[in-house]
């Protein structure tokens, strides 16, 4: 009894671990090749459960990952022969994970260490076109983009892509720096003259423009005041002469009483006239008004 139980244990044991070892998951940030005496059986799975033949089967799991590496400086030469120490680092990803374990035997350091050279050479070709003003002063899409067409090629043979590329820092060499930057100096102060230069002629333009338009709108707005002015003459002028053909009398009194408003009551004011003078009618005889 004790024997045929310890032979179930046992071989529900050993069903157990073959089950096991029939069976494995993929997790979604993960890529896996199944091999079999190191030939590549199947590598295109999908995050879950899969089987696989115990014992026979081995399968390989890869980060599916954007992954980092730091390189250490690098000197590279531009195309004035100058020497440029470079610090850089790279991102990269799998894409195609059979290429990739057929290339590098699925080791990330051999990919990092192949990828290096790769990208250096890229560097090596994109500074080599360009002046040290130039490397400096680059645009970065600009730089990125011709070292990814130089390493485009090479990089896919590791099946691996390139998703980033990104200089550090540049060390200039000490007797060029100096000029360097002098020469960039001088550059960005030309370029500030000329915007000066530009703003400033705009800024005369602008404010001829305003002061041609301001004199004439005085100048309409003084004709047109001239012409308002004439015509509430004319029309006074013209109530005047109606006033003083209905009541010459009146029109004579009324007049006289808006000079004596103007001219008398005011301090500081002294009038020279003769006594008998017309000016002073209505007020030595009050009864004439009629």
């Known amino acids: 009894m004790e024997t045929r139980t310890l032979a179930t244990f046992a071989g529900a044991f050993a069903l157990l671990l073959v089950l096991s070892q029939s069976i494995f998951v993929v997790n979604q940030n993960e890529l896996a090749i199944r091999s079999e005496l190191g030939k590549i059986i199947e590598a295109d799975y999908q995050p879950g459960p899969h089987l696989k033949l115990p014992f026979v089967n081995d399968i390989r799991r890869f980060d599916k990952r954007v992954l980092t590496r730091n390189y250490p400086s690098e000197q590279f030469l531009t195309s004035e022969g100058k020497i440029l120490n470079v610090d850089f680092y790279v991102k990269w990803r799998i894409t195609d994970v059979s290429q990739y374990y057929r290339a590098t035997s699925g080791s990330e350091e051999t990919a990092a260490a192949r990828l290096a050279e790769i990208v250096k050479d890229g560097l090596k070709g994109v500074i080599a076109k360009r002046t040290i003003q130039q490397v400096v002063a680059a645009q970065r899409t600009e730089f990125i983009g011709d070292m990814l067409s130089f390493a485009g090629s090479s990089v896919k043979q590791l099946g691996v892509a390139l998703v980033d590329v990104r200089v550090k ?75 003083y053909q209905k009541n010459p009398e009146f029109y004579a009194f009324h007049r006289s009483m808006q000079a004596y408003r103007k001219a008398l009551g005011k301090e500081g004011d002294v009038l020279v006239l003769s006594p008998d003078s017309e000016f002073f009618r209505y007020m030595k005889q009050p009864g004439s008004a009629r």
């Open 169 to 243: 820092r540049i060390d200039l060499p000490d007797d060029v720096s100096d000029s360097v930057f002098n020469r960039m100096r001088q550059d960005f102060a030309r370029q500030a003259t000329q915007l000066r230069a530009e703003g400033q002629e705009q800024a005369t333009r602008i404010r001829a423009e305003a002061e041609r338009q301001r004199v004439e709108i005085v100048a309409n707005a003084q004709r047109d005041a001239e012409k308002i002015r004439g015509e509430g003459d004319a029309k006074a002028t013209e109530t005047y002469a109606y006033a």
